[in-house]
């Protein structure tokens, strides 16, 4: 049986190792931190995540779905605050769809409890340094050494084996795209009589152009809240509203309504760390035959789709799916067999969803207060409702099935035209003319549908 070992135990290594292990390999995950289910709450990151039909599909694939959904809050559209306090509500998709806000320390907690029940050997404070990919050996920052038939890298975005497999293989091109953005996490708790201090089944985006605030809601009805804003340059930017007194100017002036309900926006302002979004591109994530990065040691995104450890997820689901079709032996011919044409696939996706999420920053930071903007969303949504077999928005294809992200980013290029075209000479979506609709999606949609054989059917968990 081949031993594999896996470095990084993030969300996608510990769902990874839990995978590996039920289909039969053995096991071992070495961690950077210290256990997370023995840290305080402090040590953990308290990001929010969007959880939604990918990553929903790969824990299914194990059977943890439904517990999964347990610790997390739904959440079914996107409430926009105007910068003198209008709301406007947009669903995501139908009303019986939605995503889910989960923890993700909450999240790698239980992964990891699973995959330890399952069998899998949990190492903490491990740091990988560096690797010997001819003898198959793994250091580690103690001097441990340690061998491997088949490593997987799942380290995130800084990954160490990625850089040492670069060094090394110097035909295996990897980069980092930094936005000008950068991102602080903050929090808005209950109210004094312990309700929550916004709706709860919302995601709350306060646009402001270059930069915004939003939030995601706990399960107790707090909300975690994330600042995006430029890291440099001009007065709008971290490194110019540094002091207590700039953040409350900056918080005042923009974003009133939200400052009313966080007594501690300043000090968590002035303290937090000031995190950094990148794209990783790689350009092979399989090298060796014995050496494969997964998650975002090999596809980080920016996260204005909420998509990164979905599309993480994803990998694994992939991989399930593969090793189930052989019904052999777990060995490591096998999962080479698998992982071969598997990557490649899947960089085509992730490239897609790279591009897509970038984009998305554009939409929600500038666009989801603009008129036109919020016109074209209900012309779509009035789409979905009245062909639900023949028109699915991007954010629909992505979010709530499971087409893969190539077929939605052209299809979504295919969809813009269409839009536009319908668009063109309306100022209310109840002018819509149906017939003139459906006969544009014939033209626009239905020749890619039906040539890719696309459903457009949601993904449910049974
Ligand atoms: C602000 C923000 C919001 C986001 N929102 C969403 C969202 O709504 N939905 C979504 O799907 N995605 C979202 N993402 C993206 C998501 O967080 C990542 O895609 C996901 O965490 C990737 O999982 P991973 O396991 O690949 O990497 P990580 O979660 O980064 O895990 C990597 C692990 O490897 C460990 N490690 C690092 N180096 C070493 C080493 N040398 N040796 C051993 N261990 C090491 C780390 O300690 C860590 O535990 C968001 C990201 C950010 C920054």
């Excluded at 943890?64 to 995501?92: C, F, N, W």
């Excluded at 110019?240 to 009133?256: G, H, K, L, M, V």
């Excluded at 995104?301 to 799916?321: K, R, T, W, Y």
Aim: hydrophobic share 40%; charged share 25%; glycine share 6%.
């Amino acid at each position: 049986m081949s031993k594999i070992v896996i470095t990084g135990g993030g969300l996608v290594g510990s769902l990874l190792a839990l995978s590996l292990k039920r289909c039969g390999f053995s096991v071992s995950l070495f961690e950077k931190r210290s256990d997370p289910r023995l840290a305080s709450a402090q040590e953990g990151r308290s990001i929010n995540l969007i959880i939604t039909s990918r990553g929903l599909n790969a824990l299914q694939k194990v059977g943890l779905a439904a517990d999964a959904l347990k610790l997390a809050v739904p959440v079914y559209g996107r409430m926009m605050h105007s910068i003198t306090g209008e709301l406007t509500y947009q669903a995501y998709g139908r009303p019986d769809e939605c995503n889910y806000s989960i923890s993700r320390a909450e999240l790698n907690c239980f992964l990891l409890d699973r995959a330890q029940k399952a069998g899998v050997e949990l190492h903490f404070s491990k740091t990988t340094e560096s690797v010997d990919f001819d003898k198959r050996e793994l250091v580690f920052s103690d001097g441990q050494r340690l061998n491997y038939d088949f490593l997987f890298a799942t380290e995130g975005t800084g990954s160490r084996v990625r850089e040492e497999l670069c060094r090394v293989r110097p035909d295996i091109k990897s980069s980092i795209d930094f936005l000008s953005a950068g991102y602080k996490e903050l929090t808005m708790p209950l109210l004094s009589d312990g309700s929550a201090a916004l709706q709860k089944e919302a995601l709350h985006i306060w646009p402001r152009g270059q930069h915004m605030l939003m939030a995601l809601p706990n399960r107790d009805g707090s909300f975690t809240m994330t600042l995006y804003l430029p890291h440099k340059g001009g007065e709008l930017s971290f490194d110019s509203i540094q002091t207590a007194n700039e953040a409350r100017d900056y918080f005042t002036r923009f974003y009133p309504d939200a400052l009313e309900l966080m007594p501690n926006a300043i000090d968590e302002y002035t303290k937090n760390m000031e995190g950094k979004l990148g794209t990783v591109r790689l350009s092979q994530w399989l090298a060796f035959d014995s050496v494969c990065l997964l998650g975002d040691a090999s596809h980080g995104i920016v996260p204005f789709f909420g998509q990164g450890m979905n599309s993480g997820f994803e990998d694994v689901a992939a991989i399930l799916d593969r090793l189930d079709q052989h019904h052999t032996d777990p060995t490591h011919a096998k999962l080479i067999a698998v992982l071969a044409p598997l990557v490649r696939e899947r960089k085509v996706d992730t490239d897609a969803i790279a591009d897509m999420a970038i984009e998305n920053f554009t939409e929600m930071s500038e666009k989801v207060g603009d008129q036109d903007f919020l016109l074209r969303k209900k012309v779509e949504s009035k789409l979905e409702e009245h062909f639900p077999h023949d028109y699915r928005s991007r954010y629909g294809m992505i979010t709530y099935t499971l087409i893969p992200y190539h077929h939605a980013y052209e299809l979504g290029l295919l969809q813009n035209k269409l839009l536009d075209e319908l668009c063109n000479s309306l100022d209310s979506v109840e002018k819509l003319d149906l017939e003139q609709a459906k006969q544009a999606i014939e033209r626009w949609v239905t020749p890619y549908k039906t040539r890719h054989q696309l459903c457009f059917k949601r993904f449910t968990i049974s």
